[in-house]
């Protein structure tokens, strides 16, 4: 079973800037749709980015010019940098990916989707 490790979360004040990354434990032999999920307590888990293999990228719309999703030349990290984060930005945030290219909604990776490798998640807590 292939694990994920997310890193990069913590505290920051609005308005601040953290990068989170994801590594595998193990190497991935098949990798496919990549994203980055969150979830606030009380609230249900959302998509907030993905990226597909070709590189396309789809953001949420609260986070859209704020967030960026990308992975290294070696596809073997994948991160999400956040700027100019918001109050709302509160939550535990999950890396994932699927085994399979991303399911496209009008051409972009859905925010909505199953993947087949997932992490345990780092905390993002933006204080106002």
């Known amino acids: 079973q292939v694990q994920l490790a997310e890193s990069g979360g913590g505290s920051v004040q609005s308005g601040g800037s953290l990068r989170l990354s994801c590594t595998a434990k193990?190497?991935?032999?098949?990798?496919?749709?990549m994203g980055w999920l969150r979830q606030a307590p009380g609230k249900e888990r959302e998509g907030v980015a993905t990226?597909?293999?070709?590189?396309?990228?789809n953001y949420q719309d609260s986070v859209k010019g704020r967030f960026t999703i990308s992975q290294d030349n070696a596809k073997t990290t994948l991160y999400l940098q956040m700027n100019n984060l918001k109050p709302e930005d509160t939550a535990m945030y999950y890396c994932?990916?699927?085994?399979?290219?991303?399911?496209?909604?009008?051409?972009?990776?859905?925010?909505?989707?199953?993947?087949?490798?997932w992490g345990q998640g780092t905390q993002v807590t933006v204080s106002s």
């Open positions: 990226i597909d293999r070709d590189g396309t990228t």
């Open positions: 994932a990916v699927d085994r399979y290219p991303c399911t496209l909604v009008n051409g972009l990776p859905s925010l909505v989707g199953t993947f087949d490798y």
């Open positions: 193990q190497s991935i032999t098949r990798r496919g749709c």
